[in-house]
Antibody, heavy 120, light 110 residues
Framework: EVQLVESGGGLVQPGGSLRLSCAASGFTFSSYWMSWVRQAPGKGLEWVANIKQGGSEKYYVDSVKGRFTISRDNAKNSLFLQMNSLRAEDTAVYYC?????????????WGQGTMVTVSS | QSVLTQPPSASGTPGQRVTISCSGSSSNIGSNVVNWYHQFPGTAPKLLIYSNNQRPSGVPDRFSGSKSGTSASLAISGLQSEDEADYYCAAWDDSLNAVVFGGGTKLTVL
């Protein structure tokens, strides 16, 4: 079964750090671009970052540039999001998502999400 | 304020056809494909339409997408109660170098 499972969310104080992980299974992880997408409570979807198959290209939404780092370990079929200098506005459910193979940034597989709460 | 503009709500009765619009600009919809997602409460989004008008395997042909210039639309025909969900459009933006989403449209089946 094709599956993405996120972990690493939790409660963190403003200014703190958190590292999210996403374990992929059921497909050739190294063949796909991967993304992180977040959703603040009661709000819409916001794309956060993506990473190319080999990790050579990465893109970020402006609001997280310089604070978040996306990475991957293809040998372990895992995607990561290192989040530093966290702010209250980063509070959200974070989903990892697989970009489909057509190169059109369509996310065809999503994880169940992991909640990140930034609060003192 | 989302880069792509969707109506916050839409509604229809069972069997009816409804459309949801998504308006953008030359840097996103005008030069890249549009994808659509739906999301039921408490669950992860699901891909509904990709590359403007393509349906992933398993998506009923009641759902269709189109694009013209800097706007796109999602049409749902033969509306069913289980279609009640939030719908989002998305596209790559060449100026922002980012995927941008619409603010979402809450579809209510009356």
């Amino acid at each position: 079964e094709v599956q993405l499972v996120e972990s690493g969310g939790g409660l963190v104080q403003p200014g703190g750090s958190l590292r999210l992980s996403c374990a992929a299974s059921g497909f050739t992880f190294s063949s796909y671009w991967m993304s992180w997408v977040r959703q603040a409570p009661g709000k819409g979807l916001e794309w956060v970052a993506n990473i190319k198959q080999g990790g050579s290209e990465k893109y970020y939404v402006d609001s997280v540039k310089g604070r978040f780092t996306i990475s991957r370990d293809n040998a372990k079929n895992s995607l990561f999001l290192q989040m530093n200098s966290l702010r209250a506005e980063d509070t959200a459910v974070y989903y990892c998502a697989r970009d489909n193979l057509y190169g059109d940034d369509a996310f065809d597989i999503w994880g169940q999400g992991t909640m990140v709460t930034v609060s003192s | 304020q989302s880069v792509l503009t969707q109506p916050p709500s839409a509604s229809g009765t069972p069997g009816q056809r409804v459309t949801i619009s998504c308006s953008g600009s030359s840097s996103n919809i005008g030069s890249n494909v549009v994808n659509w997602y739906h999301q039921f409460p408490g669950t992860a989004p699901k891909l509904l339409i990709y590359s403007n008008n393509q349906r992933p395997s398993g998506v009923p042909d009641r759902f269709s997408g189109s694009k013209s210039g800097t706007s796109a639309s999602l049409a749902i025909s033969g509306l069913q109660s289980e279609d009640e969900a939030d719908y989002y459009c998305a596209a790559w933006d060449d100026s922002l170098n980012a995927v941008v989403f619409g603010g979402g449209t809450k579809l209510t089946v009356l």
